[in-house]
Nanobody, 124 residues
Framework: QVQLVESGGGSAQAGGSLRLSCVAS???????MGWFRQAPGKEREEVAH????????SYSDSVRGRFTVSQDKAKNTVYLQMNSLKPEDTSMYYC??????????????????WGQGTLVTVTS
């Protein structure tokens, strides 16, 4: 069992930055984690997925070049640095851990563990 707790959400103006954190109760070494977001009335969509350890994160087209994932094993924490924020980035953001083998990255149902989410609001 892995418990995930996100924090760092809040309000920002367009063009601004926020950094989200996700603390894992157990460091999922050798597993994949992901960041997702869900806007009101929309499906949950993948923002990024990454390997816990060595590797290059993969980003969705909508955030590539603006968002950056990092990880701190000593703190059992992964981060999502969000720069150049846009109003369309307004969503509840979730971290996820342990994707089911063979399932697509973007499929929210493919992930075993989820945090409770943190709300990001971007105003123009």
């Amino acid at each position: 069992q892995v418990q995930l707790v996100e924090s760092g959400g809040g309000s920002a103006q367009a063009g601004g930055s926020l950094r989200l954190s996700c603390v894992a109760s157990v460091w999922p070494a050798g597993k994949y984690m992901g960041w997702f977001r869900q806007a009101p009335g929309k499906e949950r969509e993948e923002v990024a997925h990454f390997f816990i350890g060595i590797g290059t994160p993969s980003y969705s087209d909508s955030v590539r070049g603006r968002f950056t994932v990092s990880q701190d094993k000593a703190k059992n924490t992964v981060y999502l640095q969000m720069n150049s924020l846009k109003p369309e980035d307004t969503s509840m953001y979730y971290c996820a851990a342990e994707k089911k083998f063979g399932a697509p990255w973007y499929n929210a149902g493919a992930w075993n563990y989820w945090g409770q989410g943190t709300l990001v609001t971007v105003t123009s």
